[in-house]
């Protein structure tokens, strides 16, 4: 199983962003697919995650509103719009698959990519 994130990028407070998850030896509409980051110091947090099959979505409060996630089911690939950026999204931002009904522990995910760093420059 591999997951490739890509899509971060310096951009100023304000903008926007979309990182993408790219999947391969899983499917992604049979698994939860999370986001987490993790800024210099800091734990990794959740950030955002779409349950299997119905797709129902979830957000930390801090990003409520100004992210969302998506799949793409025929590109294998889950998405995270990133919208109203703040400098403390600045982070090494983390997609995971996992089959556990915990969705915003780390813990309840088995598959992790490999980050992608996101500068928000105020």
């Known amino acids: 199983v591999q997951l490739q994130a890509s899509g971060g990028g310096l951009v100023q407070a304000g903008g926007s962003l979309r990182l993408s998850c790219a999947a391969s030896?899983?499917?992604?509409?049979?698994?939860?697919m999370g986001w987490f980051r993790q800024s210099p110091g800091k734990e990794r947090e959740f950030v955002a995650a779409?349950?299997?099959?119905?797709?129902?979505?979830s957000y930390a409060d801090s990003v409520k509103g100004r992210f969302a996630i998506s799949r793409n089911n025929a590109k294998n690939a889950v998405h995270l719009q990133m919208n109203s950026l703040k400098a403390e999204d600045t982070a090494v931002y983390f997609c995971?698959?996992?089959?556990?009904?915990?969705?915003?522990?780390?813990?309840?995910?088995?598959?992790w990519g490999q980050g992608t760093l996101v500068t928000v420059s105020s």
């Open positions: 779409i349950r299997r099959y119905y797709g129902a979505t």
């Open positions: 030896g899983l499917t992604v509409n049979n698994y939860m």
């Open positions: 995971a698959a996992g089959l556990s009904l915990n969705i915003e522990n780390e813990n309840a995910y088995d598959y």
